[in-house]
């Protein structure tokens, strides 16, 4: 993070969401220890060797740091709003009625030609298939295009692999 950017952050906390120095632990060093155990994904315990702070007192500035984030999440955070259903933008015309994404970001898909729609085609072979009852042969034998699997029974490969993964 940018020194400017974890200062303006810092005077942000303070002036806004009330996280105050208390004497002991500053606000830039609770900031940096809530962001330590956010972007690093530290441990408790790390916090404390690095900082020479008990676990305790980790904890208990890691949870002032969230509360003064949690008093000024209108600021920080965007709220989602939904897709209009009048959207004539490419990106998210097809997903009206749906949030977007919070910070407007947009996602680049590429479909493969295997799963692109066949518009070519001038019928699809599905669509030929009957879904209605009345459509559908009554008492003619269909043919058997799939083997049923009655019975399954263990192998002595399987039975061996379950028994070193137990192990």
Not at 23 to 28: D, F, M, N, S
Not at 63 to 88: D, K, S
């Amino acid at each position: 993070m940018d020194r400017n950017a974890f200062a303006h952050l810092c005077e942000l906390l303070h002036t806004r969401g009330g996280l105050l120095d208390d004497g002991l632990v500053t606000t830039e060093e609770q900031v940096a220890t809530f962001l330590n155990i956010l972007a690093h994904h530290k441990k408790n315990r790390c916090i404390q060797v690095r900082f020479y702070r008990s676990g305790e007192t980790v904890s208990w500035y890691v949870h002032r740091v969230l509360g003064a984030l949690m008093r000024i999440q209108e600021i920080l955070f965007v709220n989602p709003t939904l897709i209009a259903n009048e959207c004539a933008d490419n990106r998210w015309k097809w997903f009206k009625g749906y949030l977007g994404a919070i910070d407007g970001t947009y996602i680049g898909v590429n479909v493969l030609d295997l799963d692109k729609p066949r518009t070519h085609m001038a019928l699809d072979p599905e669509e030929n298939t009957p879904t209605d009852v009345e459509h559908m042969p009554i008492g003619e034998e269909q043919p058997n295009q799939f083997h049923i699997v009655d019975v399954v029974e263990s192998s002595s490969e399987w039975t061996q692999w379950r028994d070193d993964l137990a192990e």
